[in-house]
């Protein structure tokens, strides 16, 4: 009996020696790839372009389309249209930004003085793939962007990190905001030289013009936008290492007040029409062409969406991938490589 009694005692003083010390962390899923980065589309690139601050008014919801006549009539032929893509969090430059790179819809300050609480699709990319900086680009007119980039969650801060052309002094906070020809002319040679894996580029003028109170000036911002994108898409498909392989989102970060509401096109920030509805047009090699998509959708469906693509989890996230995009549907994670 004695002699069971001490087997016992060895086989359960074994048994504690096989397990770890202490606790072990719980696997989060956006610490490793859950599928290969871009095994099953055919882009092999994502690049989202946020128009700032125009509203949907003066864009697709102008009856001809005057102000947008590249994305009109040459672009969305290319690719699919979102007749209802909004904000639903906070309508502001940072909050809206934050939300397409993270999935979550955070009350950021908006100066650049405040980290997202989150991982975004950057440092989580950089983190799956093992990859270096140069391989995701955030490349924005507007200085405090640059939190794009990180996060204050201990386990992930300044670690990671895409490479930063953020404002006029390209690295951040107190530089100012600098020309959009700048940032265009940055993202293309940036594109020419090294394709990046992932890019986020931001064109502030239509919101600059009008906060600036410059009617004129905000239209012609819309308009310049316009060319820069269609450029941009130009350039893509006049290039071979980037024609059928890149993907291109362009939307938006907010809309502006809708008229009669406070001040109308000069500010944005709260939950009217105006300020939420803004536009999401989807364009590359796996995008249904010439298709305009009615569901409503949001930023963080977005943000979810190239998480998707590129083989990473924003864990906890309430957005959707939005399946309905892609031609032929994107299959089952699990069958992927
Ligand atoms: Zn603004
Ligand atoms: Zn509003």
Redesign the pocket.
């Known amino acids: 009996m004695i002699h069971l009694r001490l087997v016992t005692l060895a086989l359960f003083l074994g048994l504690l020696a096989c397990l770890p010390v202490g606790f072990v962390r719980a696997a989060d899923p956006g610490d490793r790839p859950l599928l290969k980065p871009f095994a099953q589309t055919m882009a092999k690139r994502v690049i989202i372009a946020v128009i700032d601050g125009p509203r949907r008014t003066e864009t697709w919801d102008e009856p001809t389309r005057q102000y947008i006549p590249k994305q009109a009539k040459e672009l969305a032929p290319q690719g699919t249209l979102y007749a209802d893509f909004r904000n639903t969090g906070f ?1 502001y430059t940072n909050s809206g930004h934050g939300a397409l790179v993270n999935g979550f819809y955070q009350q950021i300050e908006n100066g650049g003085h405040e980290m997202l609480a989150r991982p975004g699709l950057f440092q989580r990319f950089l983190r799956a793939t093992g990859k270096g900086p140069e391989a995701a680009w955030l490349i924005t007119s507007k200085d405090k962007l640059y939190i794009l980039g990180d996060c204050s969650d201990p386990e992930w801060q300044g670690k990671w990190n895409p490479t930063l052309d953020c404002g006029k002094a390209g690295r951040g906070p107190l530089g100012g905001y600098r020309d959009d020809r700048v940032t265009l002319s940055r993202v293309l040679t940036v594109l020419q030289t090294a394709p990046p894996d992932l890019m986020l580029i931001n064109f502030k003028d239509p919101d600059a013009m009008g906060h600036g109170k410059n009617w004129p000036g905000y239209l012609q911002a819309i308009r310049d936008t316009d060319m820069y994108v269609s450029t941009l898409w130009a350039v893509i498909q006049t290039d071979p290492r980037l024609k059928d392989s890149t993907a291109l989102l362009i939307t938006n970060d907010h809309g ?3 008229e009669g ?2 001040d109308g096109y000069i500010s ?3 939950d ?1 029409e ?2 939420r509805k803004i536009s999401l047009l989807a364009l590359g090699p796996d995008f249904a062409k010439g298709r305009v998509v009615t569901d409503q959708r949001n930023q963080t469906d977005l943000a979810v969406t190239v998480a998707r693509m590129i083989g990473i989890e924003l864990t906890g996230s309430q957005g959707k991938v939005m399946d309905e995009l892609f031609v032929p549907p994107l299959p089952p994670k699990s069958s992927a490589p």
Request: hydrophobic share 10%; glycine share 16%.
């Open positions: 309508t502006r007040h809708d509401r406070a944005h920030g709260d009217c105006g300020c």
